[in-house]
């Protein structure tokens, strides 16, 4: 198991570097510091690169923040409101200076939990499905869509949640595609990740 996300790590190298230095080539928008979004449907393999592009950052910058939507959501059903929450508790305070703040979900027992300070840094990103939201479109330095089939996905989903689940799982990725459809998260992508495959392709 440890060799896989050794192998899932370094293959998010190359496309994680390229994602880093397109964004902090770019103005910054959240005063002095920038925002990267990674986008994409449920078990593509955004996390992965999330953690690959903080760990690059990280040896450049002296402030970066990694938020997992996966603690914004309001469970199962909590994907559309998880822009807004974004814009208005997180993303507007930065961009005027302040600190953002959010309250993490707690799955297990199905209700919001403790809150959660963001202070202004040089880098933020946004790893989740709908992290490239519209709401807050003008404020993304960078947008990264990470894509996979739908049969890989779910059998990833499972695999890390449990057979017990699936029927969880099917429904939300219905949801998401319809989601990300609406928001336009794939056309608006500076950069398209394949999560399956060994490198980045960019965006037209």
Known sequence: ?????????????????????RCLARP???VTGRLLCVDGP?????????EAVVTLAR???AAVTLLHLDDLYEGWGGLEGVGPRLRDDVVQPLAAGRPGRYRRWDWAGDRWAEEHVVDPVDLLVLEGVGAGAL???DRIGLLVWVEAPRALRLARGIARDGAALRPRWEAWLDAEEAHLARQRTRARADLVVDGAGPGPVTAP
């Open 59 to 61: 040896e450049r910058l």
């Open 42 to 50: 449920a078990g593509s393999g955004k996390t992965t690169l999330a």
């Open 1 to 21: 198991m440890a060799s896989a996300r050794s192998s899932d790590a370094l293959r998010a190298e190359a496309p994680a570097a390229l994602a880093l230095g």
């Open 135 to 137: 709401e807050y479109a």
């Open 28 to 30: 910054a928008t959240l």
